[in-house]
């Protein structure tokens, strides 16, 4: 072994170009930070979103639509479902758990029972909400509502 065949060890060197290492390196004299400002110094910090003076993206773009703070959204639950529901279960009484085990509604969600389909059972259902031909088409057949 002599000096001509030593080699940094294996991942110890970055292959990367080293710049502030003189004008022959291509990357001296300004070191890659362009002439004067700001930016060319040492601490420079630039805000998210800055573009040099350029109006940034994000007010560039139009303000599109609103959100109301206090808008109440129902998962709807149609009269064909519990149906289906209360005939492959047998079931007499369905209720927000029941929904829940079955899949139809998660732990947060807040149920309205609306009216696509129909019942042919008498069912007692509890839920948040319902559309009044669901409650309807429920109590004809003698079956009852409960709200939550």
Do not use: W
């Amino acid at each position: 072994m002599n000096l001509s065949n030593l080699k940094p060890a294996e991942g110890s060197t970055k292959n990367r170009k080293r710049i502030g290492r003189g004008t022959g390196s291509g990357r001296g004299g300004t070191s890659t930070r362009g002439h004067k400002g700001a930016g060319s110094r040492s601490g420079y910090k630039s805000k998210v979103g800055f573009e040099g003076g350029q109006m940034p993206l994000q007010r560039r773009v139009p303000k599109v639509g609103f959100t109301p703070i206090n808008k109440v959204e129902y998962v709807g639950i149609n009269l064909d479902a519990l149906q289906s529901l209360a005939e492959k279960f047998n079931l007499t009484s369905i209720d927000f758990d029941t929904l829940r085990e079955h899949g139809l509604a998660s732990k947060k969600d807040l149920v309205k029972i609306l009216a696509r389909g129909e019942v042919k059972l008498k069912i007692e259902v509890k839920a948040h909400a319902f559309s009044a031909a669901a409650q309807k088409a429920i109590e004809t057949l003698g079956g009852t509502i409960v709200k939550l």
